[in-house]
């Protein structure tokens, strides 16, 4: 997964559809790129975090 921010972003955290956190990671750039090869099939959500430790975005992706 893939995703450019228009400003510097602190974090990124993958959550279960429960609400279980799978994996977070700290980041110091606008650009990320997540290996979800070791994910299960299923629905997940991730959440974006600004440098200012602000919720910058939270979307939903599907791993087949």
């Not at 979800?36 to 430790?53: E, N, P, R, T």
């Amino acid at each position: 997964i893939g995703s450019t921010a228009g400003y510097p972003l602190e974090a990124v955290f993958i959550y279960s559809v429960e609400g279980n956190l799978i994996s977070s990671q700290n980041i110091s750039t606008n650009k990320i790129e997540l290996d979800i090869s070791g994910l299960s099939k299923g629905m997940y959500f991730v959440k974006l975090v600004g440098s200012d430790k602000s919720p910058y975005s939270l979307r939903r992706f599907v791993k087949n």
